[in-house]
């Protein structure tokens, strides 16, 4: 198994022109652990896996493997394997001379260059595909490939730039949890690439959320999800409400919330108003019925924006109609 | 496969600086000296002496005509071939490829073959005692010679419209010849323009075709020689030069930014082929259409028929009997032969090889000058072939370099680079990025990327280029005009001093053994590129 080796950014800057990419960027990566850098496009974290894996040089700060800073070294000889998007398999190899090639640059013996990719193959399940091209593999048998060419390598630090984008949604949510199953098998020290808040919450020990090149919050996904530090995260890591009151904002998650039906018999204002929990007047716009819960829109005045966004769970799948003036009680909220 | 990293990074510098080394000694040490040569009275002498007032004249008037109609019978060809739905399409489709890997000189000596005083048809048939060297033969001459180029730029253009569109001008009502003048028409128009400023460089700089069925029609490419082998006139000869190199460079700046602005234009109307049926042209268009094309292949195919013909003809126009004589008189030739296809193997060979190299630092790397040297391997194509051959030898002749294989080198490589670099630039431009990160992610070093990824993913521009400029190389005349010596013969001048002395059996003899030799070299190398096609992978 691989050695398990730390990572830390410190104060990276990077910019393209006049564009700041990534500005005073600081990240500890724990050995061995899975770090997700999660934001929206464009929002500089894919700058910082090309600052990692040496393809771009950072104006200001450092990339340190081990502790060793990494300025100056090419590429090529940095030891990070990297896992792109495209996957860049070599469409002119096969499977099994993709994942010879860099173990030859390294000019390992034939035999033990032989014996490691099998033993990897036969853990990524690809073992019986090794004599196919690149455009002969489904896509997720790509990705396993190209996860399997980096890590034959023995990298000391894995990058994954969105490797499951190009998946369609079920194949997704399979290769998600082989993902990480690999990831704890071998061991090793990753960084993970996405926009995709799902993604981020399931897979990572960690999860860095960035906005505009500038770190917002680190933390485990729990921490993130139910303690954002501001505004941004909030609305980024799952979808918020937000509530302005008394000079402060609380964010509450939309199953934080419950509606009832004004006038159904179940509730009245009386009662509502002697809870200590919070108690919103409003009225159904629409509903979507997404299966386990169903997702209301609701106007209400006391939510910024005049919307708020109410999940409710269902086992009958009945909805409250369009146009029905509801209470929102707010069972949990967090003040940002 | 085995390779040192370090050894591997540092190989790939010294390549890029060898790269760089040779842009400089190359192309812009020669254009220095053609600078710097001519004496102020010459270009006083050049620019009020009515002689050149009259080659000026007549190099604008036969480019502009020439350029007009190579690109309307490239386009209308391409138009009948891509979806004039003609009949044989396939056979019609091959024949501008075939006249394209066809050497040069085949043109200008079937000419005098077949329009000259004994021409087969003006003497044989119409019983003439005229001929058609002048305006008019150079006319039929540079249509026929670069309508192909024009026809290939067209063929790609009409390929990125999408049908769709025709359709439903065709849906509204529109009449099939509507839907052409407003919708296909104008949608080739970028396509069109860009044939037109290629074509009109090439036909300026034109060397082969003037030289041989010019006759008194004197044009500038033509002048640049004539004043330095008859009057020994080197500085109004560099003048002619950097005369005729000013509206090349117009056209090429020009050029260029046509295909930038297409580049972006054909994004916004989205060139993707719909598998919709093609919208069927009427009986009437295809027969027309179909006419067309064989009279284009008809003047083609009798291009080849009149230097065999040639070839085996005792005395051309005054005595037809069967002869073997001037075939087997070829072996007098072997060492211009050798030369030729030497000179022509090794240049396509390192052109291809530098504008390789120079394409992958320019697009694929931050090495330094990639900017100055992307313009640099693009120059050439603006200067003239006569001029650059007069430089490279003025260049020699200064810095006392008498090698004549090695200047005849340079100079066709030179020449070829703007065309190799082009298609090498665009066949890279294909192969995404992430392919060399994930190399280099994998322990390679930047020559390793070039040499395990790039190159054989690449065959098919590499082989085009190399093929490309291997024809041209054989068939070269205007850049080694200067440069050939008694110790370096090559096929295509003597093609060209026969034609003149009269010699025409022993004329097309040679030339067609040469052309003969250089299909059979093609063949083999379709036959490689095949071998290696079956391995590659096909999105």
Sequence with gaps: MAERASLSLEHLTFSFGKVDAVNDFSLEVQPGSFTTLLGPSGCGKTTLLRLISGFLEPAQGCVKINGIDQKGIAPDRRKVGMVFQDYALFPHLTVEQNLLYGLKIQKKPKDEAYALIHQTARLLGIANLLERYPHELSGGQQQRVALGRALVLKPLILLMDEPLSSLDAKLRALVREELQDIQRDFGITTVYVTHDQEEALSLSDSIAVINHGVLQQTGTPQNVYFRPANKFVADFVGRANFIEQGGGIKMVRPEWMVLREIGDGHADDSRAATDSTLCLPGTVISFAFLGESIRYRVKCEAVTGGIAVVDMRTSTGDAIPAGSSVILSVQNSYDL | ?539
């Design chain 2, 1 to 539: 496969m085995r390779h040192n990293m370090q050894d591997g990074g540092r190989l790939f510098v010294m390549a890029w600086g060898s790269v760089v080394i040779f842009f400089i000694l190359c192309v812009l040490v020669p254009l220095f000296f053609i600078a710097f040569t001519p004496r102020l009275e010459d270009f006083v002498s050049v620019l009020t002496s009515e002689r050149w007032h009259i080659a000026m004249k007549n190099t604008a008037l036969i480019c502009i005509c020439s350029t007009f109609f190579s690109v309307l019978i490239g386009y209308v060809y391409a138009y009948a071939v891509v979806r004039g739905n003609v009949f044989l399409k396939t056979f019609f489709s091959g024949i501008p490829i075939l006249h394209l890997i066809t050497p040069p000189f085949v043109g200008g000596l079937s000419f005098i073959l077949l329009f000259g005083r004994q021409g087969f048809v003006t003497h044989t048939l119409l019983g003439l005692n005229v001929s058609l060297y002048g305006f008019w033969g150079l006319l039929i001459a540079q249509t026929l010679c670069f309508f192909p180029i024009a026809y290939l730029i067209c063929v790609q253009t009409l390929h990125g419209i999408n049908p769709s569109l025709e359709q439903s001008a065709r849906g509204m009502g529109a009449s099939g010849a509507r839907v052409f003048f407003t919708v296909t028409l104008p949608l080739s128009f970028p396509g069109i323009l860009s044939a037109l400023l290629f074509i009109a460089v090439s036909v300026l700089s034109d060397f082969g075709n003037p030289m041989i069925v010019g006759g008194r029609f004197r044009v500038l490419a033509v002048e640049i020689y004539t004043q330095l082998t008859g009057w020994l006139n080197a500085g109004v000869s560099a003048v002619l030069g950097i005369v005729l190199m000013v509206p090349s460079i117009v056209l090429f700046v020009l050029q260029n930014k046509v295909l930038k602005a297409n580049s972006a234009k054909i994004a916004t109307i989205g060139g993707k082929t719909s598998s919709a049926p093609r919208q069927k042209a009427g009986m009437g268009a295809r027969i027309s259409l179909t006419a067309f094309c064989a009279l284009v292949t008809l003047a083609i195919v009798a291009q080849f028929l009149a230097i065999v013909a040639g070839a085996f003809q005792k005395l051309w126009g005054i005595n037809p009997a069967f002869t073997l004589a001037h075939v087997s008189g070829v072996v007098r030739y072997v060492s211009e032969l050798r030369n030729s296809l030497g000179f022509a193997f090794v240049s396509a060979l390192l052109s291809t090889a530098i504008a390789c190299l120079a394409a992958y630092a320019t697009h694929r790397t931050a090495m330094p000058f990639r900017r100055s040297l992307d313009v640099v391997a693009q120059l050439p194509s603006a200067v003239p072939g006569t001029l650059f051959g007069l430089a490279v030898a003025l260049a020699a002749n200064a810095l006392k370099f008498r090698n004549s294989a090695v200047l005849i080198v340079i100079a066709m490589t030179v020449g070829f680079l703007p065309f190799s670099y082009r298609i090498l630039s665009s066949t890279f431009a294909q192969l995404k990025t992430t392919l060399d990160d994930g190399a280099r992610s994998l322990g390679a070093d930047r020559l390793h990327v070039l040499t395990t990824i790039l190159v054989p993913l690449s065959t098919g521009g590499l082989l085009s280029s190399f093929v490309y400029d291997f024809v041209r190389g054989v068939g070269t005349l205007s850049a080694v005009i200067f440069l050939v010596s008694f110790n370096t013969p090559l096929a295509s001048v003597r093609i060209l001093n026969l034609a003149e002395q009269g010699d025409w059996g022993k004329s097309a003899a040679l030339a067609l053994i040469l052309t003969v030799v250089t299909f059979m070299i093609l063949g083999m190398g379709r036959y490689v590129e095949s071998r290696f096609k079956k391995r590659i992978w096909s999105e």
